[in-house]
């Protein structure tokens, strides 16, 4: 997301203005880009815990239910109105 940045600033395009962009990892740096990039986080402990209670349980024989880590959209001014 910041290289489509980087490079549609360099071609004169206005973001948010005429395109919006939004990030999948919320890495640190997304609110030090040129334009503040708009991310989606997934909190990755909590998926990896997640995952590791499933393969222990499976390596016991049990049964498991699939579970959802909801992501949250953390938004910048990539985005904005």
Not at 20 to 44: H, Q, W
Request: overall charge negative; charged content about 25%; hydrophobic content about 40%.
């Amino acid at each position: 997301a910041m290289e489509a940045e980087r490079i549609l600033l360099s071609m004169g395009r206005r973001i948010p203005e005429d395109v919006k962009i939004v990030g999948v990892d919320d890495a640190p740096y997304c609110e030090f880009a040129m334009v503040p990039l708009t991310s989606v986080r997934t909190n990755s402990f909590e998926r990896g815990t997640a995952a590791a209670k499933i393969l222990f349980s499976l390596i016991e024989g049990n049964s498991v239910t699939p579970q959802c880590v909801e992501p949250v959209l953390i938004e910048r001014e990539s985005t904005r109105r």
